[in-house]
């Protein structure tokens, strides 16, 4: 499966649905008016129906689409997360420090990824009009999977489209003459939509690994799609930037009462199954990742699936490579990484934080090995994403091929202790805080950083603040921080807070007092691994003469000044505006609400 993304036979397939008078922007859809094979034999074949779904995920391997364009820079700036093409004013800059523009030259193109997404739309409508009518798509059927998949991936697609541009116009059927221009539609009547879809897709898919057809990750199956429509129920009663303000939804229907609930019995169903679990480390669950370990049934519950030469996770994200090296033929990543105060936040007991914050990067390599090099207390990078920890070496200039986890295990979890806490209180949502919190210390120090840390959140506000923590203990480098933020009504608070202990970290002050201005550093027997002393706050003796000094003390202006820009407002500023392409291309049924 890792390769359906790139199969020539779904794009002709699919292409084949959509006449030239309804074609969209983008190459995919200049398709013959006339068509050899027709929707009653495509969807009434399981082959060439399987075809037409796994088709409807092809626009997201496109170069302006998320590979591109979307996964690269949507989700920042945060707390804890910082685009560093944030210190470059420009295009990019703009992106991720709350300053974008209709007119972004990095994104106002008419194959941008608003115009692929619903590319992956008007696929889904065609095969979901098709398995209804010719199909027989009943639960657990064959049929009946593909038109769960293709339920989940409009209403994944439609999640997108909401989070990022807000309202958006609704299209649930395919495109007619009459529907080819369209105004907005309010998110509410979306999410309700939404909502309802995901409701009859849990009924006709299978949980992980429980078939054939949900064997891997890569697949659609019952707990991504409850999961989904808890991650959706929870973003619809939330706050968010509406044309009038910030605010939580009006529609009775989206009340925090009734979206909770239905979260929190999504995510109960989900943890009941036995069909998903956390893997036992941390640590291993990103080897594992990174080594493209595909089994269904553990932690990741649905990845997007790159094939091996497209896509740019690792491209983007990884510790920075400088050079061609032993472990990569593609010298990139580092475009991002955890803002300098995460790793201190982390209590330093616990072991994600050295996996999810990496202090170094990997040099120009000599004779074709490279060893890790400091960069400093300004530059971090995630290790989340890591070359050196894959099974198959990169050799594309431009692609890694490795897929985008969009939902694990623990965002189960955690919503569960979110919703609980709010509906019940905190003892109800205590278990699921332990269980994410075991996984992540030492069985030496369960008794006081699980045990007591969790029972000691007696009230609403407390357990809600730790649960807050634990996301970002939990999911830096994985973007999701931002929506977090923005459905707590917390975006511009905590970007304010960030720039305050930013500022601290800098002086040394406050909760950073005792973090060391000087690191000490030598090499493993390997001679490419660092063996580092002085990261943990308090370390500033020597060592050791066998260790070198390394300067730990650059300062931190840029960081501070750019994680938005200054003068903006991030609550005014939660969505990207419709590119002007789009705009311009609308008839005059589209504009930019919120001030842009």
């Known amino acids: 499966m890792k390769n359906f993304i790139k199969f020539f036979s779904i794009v ?23 068509s050899t094979l027709d929707e009653s034999t495509i969807f009434s074949t399981v082959g060439l129906a399987r075809g037409a779904v796994d088709g409807i995920l092809e626009p997201i391997g496109q170069t302006n ?83 769960g998949a293709a339920l989940t991936y409009r209403a994944f697609y439609y999640g997108d489209l909401i989070k990022t541009w807000g309202d958006v116009p609704a299209r649930f059927e395919p495109i007619t003459s009459e529907t080819l221009y369209l105004p907005k539609t309010s998110r509410d009547t979306i999410y309700k939509r939404l909502i309802n879809d995901l409701g009859e897709a849990s009924t006709l898919v299978a949980w992980p690994n429980e078939t054939a057809a949900t064997a891997t990750v890569e697949r659609i199956n019952k707990a991504f799609v409850k999961g989904l429509r808890a991650r959706l129920a929870m973003a ?32 109960e169903d989900i943890i009941n199954s036995g069909y998903a679990s956390l893997t036992p480390t941390f640590e291993t669950f990103w080897r594992e990742y990174n080594e493209e370990n595909l089994a269904a049934g553990g932690e990741s519950l649905w990845e997007i699936p790159f094939a091996d030469g497209r896509g740019r996770v690792l491209f983007s994200f990884a510790v920075r490579h400088r050079s061609v090296d032993q472990f990569t033929g593609q010298p990139r990543g580092g475009t991002a990484g955890p803002t300098p105060t995460v790793f201190y936040d982390y209590d330093e007991e616990d072991t994600r934080r050295d996996v999810t914050c990496v202090p170094y990067q990997w040099g120009t390599a000599i ?36 897929n985008l986890i969009v939902m694990r295990y623990a965002e189960i979890l955690l919503t569960a202790a979110e919703a609980a806490n709010e509906l019940e209180g905190p003892g109800a949502a205590a278990a699921y805080l332990k269980e994410i919190r075991s996984r992540a210390f030492p069985s030496d120090q369960q008794a006081q950083k699980v045990e007591t840390y969790v ?64 690191l000490y550093f030598k090499y493993e027997e390997d001679g490419f691994t660092l063996d580092i002393y002085g990261l943990n706050k308090g370390e500033t003796s020597n060592p050791g003469p066998e260790y070198s000094t390394f300067d730990w003390n650059q300062p931190l202006d840029e960081t501070i000044t750019t994680i938005y820009k200054p003068g903006a407002d991030p609550d005014n500023r939660q969505y990207w505006p419709i590119w002007q392409v789009f705009i311009d291309a609308s008839n005059g049924q589209l504009v930019n609400d919120y001030g842009y």
């Not at 044309?243 to 609930?261: A, E, I, K, T, W």
């Not at 090995?369 to 400091?374: G, R, T």
């Not at 994403?385 to 198959?392: A, F, P």
């Open 12 to 34: 002709f397939i699919t292409g084949l649905l959509v006449s030239c008078d309804e074609d969209l922007d983008g190459e995919f859809l200049d398709a013959p008016a006339k």
């Open 65 to 147: 689409s998320y590979r591109g364009r979307f996964i690269p820079y949507y989700g920042f700036n945060t707390d804890v997360e910082y685009n560093y093409s944030a210190g470059d004013e420009g295009s990019d800059a703009d992106l991720v420090y709350y300053d974008a523009k209709p007119n972004n030259s990095r994104m106002n193109t008419d194959n941008n990824a608003w115009a692929l997404i619903y590319q992956g739309i008007e696929r889904a409508n065609v095969a979901i009009r098709g398995l209804r009518t010719y199909g027989n798509p009943e639960p657990r059927s064959e049929f009946g999977q593909l038109l």
């Open 236 to 267: 619809a009663s939330g706050f968010q930037q509406y044309p009038d303000g910030v605010r939580r939804s009006n529609d009775p229907d989206l009340s925090v009462q009734n979206m909770y609930q239905l979260a929190l019995d999504e995510c």
């Open 367 to 402: 004779d074709d090995i490279a060893q890790q090099e400091l960069v400093g207390i300004d530059t971090w990078y995630f290790g989340k994403y890591r070359y050196e920890w894959m099974d198959r070496y990169v050799t594309s200039t431009n692609d890694d091929g490795v």
């Open 455 to 518: 029972d000691a959140l007696t009230s609403k506000e407390a357990m809600f603040n730790a649960i807050v923590d634990e996301y970002k203990y939990e999911y830096t480098g994985e973007m999701d921080r931002k929506q977090d933020l923005i459905r707590w009504n917390l975006l511009s608070t905590n970007l304010n807070e960030e720039k305050e202990k930013l500022a601290n970290l800098e002086n040394r002050a406050g909760e950073y007092a005792n973090v060391p201005s000087t």
